[in-house]
């Protein structure tokens, strides 16, 4: 079976940092798009970050930019996210996202992914 699962998560003062990792077994996913998400009590699930197989291009939210990096290894099929400066805000259950199968879509939303993990609570405090 496909399992992603994350790790790194905990608690931080404003302006630290953390980096999130996020392991997949079952399958390799060389060739896909892997991605993260947040969710903080009270709000919908927001895109964070991608990491697209065609061109090895990096997506961003606007809030995160500057600040968050994304990365993968594909030799360990992980996807990391390495968090820097950050804000009470950024407070939220992080989940890892994969693509899965090949189409078409955009990268930024739920729909395009096909496995997901259980998350990891990054709290943040004044």
């Known amino acids: 079976q496909v399992q992603l699962v994350e790790s790194g998560g905990g608690l931080v003062q404003a302006g630290g940092s953390l980096r999130l990792s996020c392991a997949a077994s079952?399958?390799?996913?060389?060739?896909?798009?892997m991605g993260w998400f947040r969710q903080a009590p009270g709000k919908e699930r927001e895109f964070v970050a991608a990491?697209?197989?065609?061109?090895?291009?990096?997506y961003y939210a606007d809030s995160v930019k500057g600040r968050f990096t994304i990365s993968r290894d594909n030799a360990k099929n992980t996807v990391y996210l390495q968090m820097n400066s950050l804000k009470p805000e950024d407070t939220a259950v992080y989940v890892c996202?994969?693509?899965?199968?090949?189409?078409?879509?955009?990268?930024?939303?739920?729909?395009?992914?096909?496995?997901w993990g259980q998350g990891t609570q990054v709290t943040v405090s004044s």
């Open positions: 996202a994969a693509q899965g199968r090949s189409g078409y879509g955009s990268l930024q939303y739920q729909y395009y992914y096909n496995y």
């Open positions: 079952g399958r390799s996913f060389s060739g896909f798009a």
């Open positions: 990491f697209s197989w065609s061109g090895g291009s990096t």
